[in-house]
């Protein structure tokens, strides 16, 4: 049976508990530690900040440096409620932090902003260092497991259990898609029991599933078309997409990831179109064909003529019925190349997660209706934005409504 113990003491019971240390968590235990209120951060791992860290790997893409209108749409049917949150917390804002914590920024040629070392550990040693200024306790292999009366429960390691009354309480535990980083959505259901409303959790940002025969798939899994234009249902997007052996990820597939994930909730499989040579139309294409050697392959030709990627041609024969022989339609195909696609991946190997906690369910501060003082952000809300800076500035700017919003709680509600 589990050891149950109180912890004693105005040392051992905070102020405000932030739940979760990863890059929400540990912002918003910024904001009020730094507004002089006493925070503990409870998290389940062994280290802090593991998300931040895998989320460094490709170079940190901290935030984008266009526009604020154009900066809102990127968040879909949220669109207007995070106008609202970048006007409190901006790009800029964000910028300016990491250039406080020594980790000074640049704006790559995409416009995504990255810190100069484009690397998550020395920002992560240096924000860390200045929570510890700040006095900030911090409490891992703490693994939340809700509310016991008006108490926190966490169960530790070695069986026993900790209740913590803190005056207010962060949850900050990421959506579903980091599993083995403590994010596996385990909190729905404590919210749920409380009466929250939770959409469910859906891959984001992920790749999806084909049927590629097991011939292209060994001749093709790895390979990248480099310089592509992915469209669907009227939206394109365009970068780099690789071929796996499930099927195809990459940028552009990320960026359309939500509108295809929803239209295969209604039916499968939907159709996806590439355009391999974007900045070439069809007549031009076309032309180029029409003067392929006589005894050069087409394979060869696309390789060495129009300086396509070398799955191109097997790609070609995978999904068309069957290869033209005219030029103007070969130019058609390889403008409008179409891909079918069955099933996202998995959430547990996506970036990301779409749904959780429906804003119905909480006040504009962020603050769950059902469970007055408790107040969430991050990846747990039900919101989505594709990669290139917007995932992190969404996760950091809803970390600060919600830390501003305990502020203004506490300071309405005095013990």
Same mark, same amino acid.
């Given at each position: !049976? ?24 540990? #912002? ?25 860290? #895998? ?63 484009? &690397? ?96 292209? /798939? ?23 997409? #690789? ?31 590439l355009d391999l040579k974007p900045d #070439? ?18 394979? /060869?030709?696309?390789? &060495? ?23 103007h339609e070969i130019a058609g195909l ?27 369910? !909480?006040?504009?501060?962020? !603050? ?11 990846? !747990? ?11 992190? /500035? ?22």
């Amino acid at each position: !049976m589990a050891q149950r113990e109180q912890i004693p003491g105005e040392g051992l019971r905070p102020t405000v508990a932030v739940v979760g240390a990863g890059p929400t968590g540990l #912002m918003a235990a910024e904001r009020l530690s730094g507004a002089g209120f006493g925070v503990t951060i409870f998290d389940g791992m062994a280290t802090p900040g593991r998300k931040f860290l #895998m989320a460094g790997r490709g170079g940190l893409n901290l935030t984008h440096s266009e526009t604020i209108e154009q900066f809102a749409g990127r968040y879909g049917v949220q669109a207007t409620r995070f106008r609202q949150y970048l006007a409190r917390f901006s790009p800029q804002d964000l910028r300016n932090w990491a250039d406080g914590l020594g980790a000074e920024t640049f704006v790559g040629s995409s416009g995504r902003v990255f810190p100069k070392a484009m &690397k998550a550990s020395g920002l992560l040693r240096g924000w860390l260092a200045r929570l510890r200024g700040q006095r900030v306790d911090l409490r891992l292999r703490h693994h939340w497991r809700g509310w016991s009366g008006e108490h926190l429960r966490f169960d530790l390691a070695d069986g026993s259990e900790v209740l913590v009354t803190p005056k207010a309480v962060v949850l900050a535990l990421g959506g579903a898609s980091w599993p083995k980083l403590g994010a596996d959505g385990g909190w729905i259901s404590l919210l749920r029991d409380q009466g929250v409303a939770v959409q469910p959790l859906r891959p984001s940002n992920c790749g999806f599933e084909t049927d590629w025969s097991a011939h292209f /798939q060994e001749k093709a899994a790895g390979r990248p078309l480099k310089n592509v234009l992915l469209s669907f249902s009227g939206r394109q997007a365009r970068g780099e997409v #690789m071929i796996t052996g499930y099927g195809i990820e990459g940028g552009p597939v990320y960026a359309l990831s939500a509108a295809i994930r929803d239209s295969l909730a209604s039916h499968s499989p939907v159709e996806v179109t590439l355009d391999l040579k974007p900045d #070439m139309s069809v007549d031009a294409l076309t032309q180029r064909l029409a003067a392929r050697r006589h005894g050069q392959s087409l394979s /060869q030709f696309l390789k &060495k003529e129009l300086s396509l990627a070398d799955a191109t041609y097997s790609l070609l024969r995978e999904t068309a019925a069957s290869i033209p022989g005219e030029p103007h339609e070969i130019a058609g195909l390889l403008k409008a190349l179409p891909i079918r696609i069955y099933r996202p991946r998995p959430i547990e190997q996506a970036i990301s997660s779409a749904g959780g906690l429906d804003f119905a369910a !909480m006040t504009d501060e962020l !603050m769950l209706r059902a469970r007055p003082g408790v107040f969430a952000c991050g990846e !747990m809300l039900d919101w989505e934005a594709p990669t290139g800076g917007y995932l992190l /500035q969404g996760c950091f700017a809803t970390a600060v409504i919600a830390a501003d919003g305990v502020r203004s709680w506490l300071n309405g509600n005095p013990s």
